[in-house]
């Protein structure tokens, strides 16, 4: 794989839902990985987690794309997201012959979260510690990180967007990929194609970005300030990532002096 710039030589972070894609940009993964990019996949896993909560009776609630979390629902965030959405990615990520491991937030910790008021058991990354993502890479594998942090009072639920996003920031990551169903931030119909960190709010505001586009516009916005190539992209076509990085106008484009 040509890259169009050195920015490819650093890492790459990528958010993906609770599900490898197959058929989708994840079939990308061995190439990039053969060029010598270090990957870490950052994984969600939301509507897995809001079947077992029906099936448990639990009521789910939402507040700006973030699910509200109490006791019980952490509990079971846990089983889900740690256990099973993380076992069958990594199963999925193999067959596809990405060496993967899996590991979640609170693993090391790996992510240090402060509680976010009115959310209850919800986290927002304060801190990275790139320990044990650092020991993987040397052991050859890619981590794949479930969406769970440490913070005061044990375990906390955390957005997959936001953690990918500081995930990315402390890395120094070359580019921050958010895998989505759609070809990135929808204005009237059409893909917004670049828009500047500062942007990201007026749409919010606007109510053009809505429910789980929320988190992922103020992620992306996050990694850009730190200098992060940050693309919201549709995870659903193969070639998505291979295309982004040899500079192809792929999706929408969050950066410092981004130009639509």
């Known amino acids: 794989m040509s ?62 794309g973030l ?13 889900v997201f740690a256990g099973s959405v993380n076992k069958a990615l990594v199963r999925d990520l193999r067959s596809l012959g990405v060496p993967a491991a899996g590991i979640s937030g609170t693993d090391g910790p ?8 009115g959310l209850g058991r919800v986290g927002s990354v304060e801190r990275v510690d790139l320990q044990l993502i650092r020991a993987m890479w040397d052991g050859g594998f890619v981590p794949a990180v479930a969406p769970l942090g ?29 895998l ?8 009237g119909g059409e893909t917004v194609t670049a828009l500047a960190p500062g942007e990201s709010e007026g749409y919010v505001e606007s109510g053009l970005a809505a429910g789980g586009m929320i988190p992922k516009l103020r992620a992306a916005s996050q990694a850009a300030r730190a200098g992060v190539e940050a693309r919201i992209v549709n995870g659903n076509r193969e070639g998505t990532l291979r295309e982004a990085l040899a500079g192809e106008n792929i999706g929408t484009l969050i950066s410092e002096g981004a130009v639509a």
């Open 150 to 178: 440490i913070g005061p009072e044990g375990a906390y639920n955390v957005n997959a967007d936001m953690a990918a996003g500081a995930i990315a920031t402390q890395l120094g990551a070359g580019h921050l990929f958010l």
């Open 67 to 79: 699910r509200v979390t109490d006791e019980r629902t952490l509990e079971v965030a846990e089983m």
């Open 3 to 64: 890259a169009a710039s050195d920015i490819t030589a650093k890492p790459i972070v990528v958010k993906v839902g609770g599900g490898a894609l197959k058929g989708g940009a994840l079939e990308d993964l061995p190439e990039i990985l053969e060029s010598g990019t270090r990957v870490v996949i950052m994984h969600g896993g939301g509507p897995s987690l809001t079947r077992m909560l029906d099936a448990l009776e639990i009521p789910t609630k939402f507040h700006q």
């Open 110 to 117: 790996t992510l240090l979260v402060e509680p976010i008021p």
């Open 180 to 187: 989505t169903d759609v070809d990135g931030l929808l204005d």
